[in-house]
Structure formats: structure tokens, C-alpha cells
């Protein structure tokens, strides 16, 4: 899956869309977006990879994603962008 840390602009190096496991990714400490690209007959050819996931795979079990929410009230994850369900407390 494709995803992104929407509090970086997507034409920041960390902000680029990257392939991770799930969307909650970029909440995860393990997350860590690489170009893991080489250099092919037209030039650099970019691909932004989870580097963990790349050089040894996803650790088992899933650490727990930590949300950047800046009030309790806040349903949205401002970095991947997840919502809260309705009446779970922050």
C-alpha cells in the first residue's frame, strides 16, 4: 500500500508517497521512508520503500501506531490521516 506523512509536504524527501504495509504506517516508530531506487537507462529511478520493511521485514508483532492528534477532541490522525471511531476515548 501507498502511503504518506501528510505533516511533511509531499515534495519533502520523508514526505513522498512510500510503500508500507498499512496505512497507519507512518504512525509506527518502525516506519522509515527510504528511496531504495537505483540508477536505470534514463537516470535515477525513485522508489520510496519502508526501509524496515525492506531490509528485514515487518516486525512481529506490529508495534501499536502512536496518532498525532493535537486535542483529544480530534478525530483525525494528522499524520496518516486514520480516524478515530465515534465514542472511543483518546
Request: proline residues 10%.
Amino acid at each position: 500500500m501507498r502511503v504518506r506523512d501528510l505533516t511533511m509536504k509531499a515534495s519533502q524527501y520523508k514526505g513522498r508517497l512510500t510503500e508500507a504495509l498499512d496505512r497507519e504506517c507512518p504512525c509506527r516508530p518502525c516506519y522509515n521512508a527510504h528511496d531504495c531506487g537505483r540508477i536505470g537507462y534514463s537516470g535515477w529511478q525513485t522508489d520510496m520503500q519502508c526501509a524496515t520493511r525492506w531490509n528485514h521485514g515487518c516486525p512481529d508483532p506490529l508495534p501499536e501506531p502512536r496518532h498525532v492528534r493535537p486535542t483529544p477532541r480530534t478525530r483525525k490522525c494528522q499524520r496518516c490521516g486514520a480516524w478515530r471511531p465515534k465514542g472511543v476515548a483518546a
